[in-house]
């Protein structure tokens, strides 16, 4: 049952990416509190390097599931048609790819938490409380 409920948070996962990027594409992001011009090189580089790792988990996550062919399904229900048929080895290397971006996502997740509170408890700006912010 957990490979089930891997695939559909998977696609919910990507589906909100996609609605994330379109919703930023649509909208301008507030502007980064920094004092240094490099830091929000890196806040901007970190951000972008995100969303791209999480594009990277659902495709790779995608492409596991229909490698012989099938829909992706998830407690046989039809999520996503097969696009492509992949060789055995295509399927290995896709499966690590997979696994260390997942692992770069959690680390880089990690440094950008770290950042967050050290923005909130070291600098005393807004940057961690303008996140829980819902404007209106």
Not at 47 to 53: C, M, Q, S
Request: hydrophobic share 55%; net charge positive; with cysteine.
């Amino acid at each position: 049952e957990l490979p089930e409920w891997h695939k559909l948070l998977g696609v919910i996962l990507g589906g909100l990416t996609l609605i994330r990027l379109v919703w930023i594409c649509l909208s301008r992001p507030p502007r980064v509190l920094s004092e240094h011009r490099w830091q929000a090189v890196l806040a901007k580089a970190v951000h972008g390097l995100l969303y791209l790792i999480l594009l990277l988990l659902a495709i790779s996550g995608y492409l596991i599931s229909t490698a012989k062919g099938t829909p992706l399904t998830s407690f046989d229900v039809q999520l996503l048609p097969a696009l492509m048929k992949l060789a055995p080895n295509q399927v290995d290397l896709i499966g690590l790819i997979h696994l260390w971006v997942a692992w770069v996502l959690v680390g880089l997740v990690s440094v950008h938490a770290l950042a967050a509170f050290k923005h909130h408890f070291i600098n005393h700006d807004q940057t961690l409380t303008r996140i829980f912010t819902i404007k209106g």
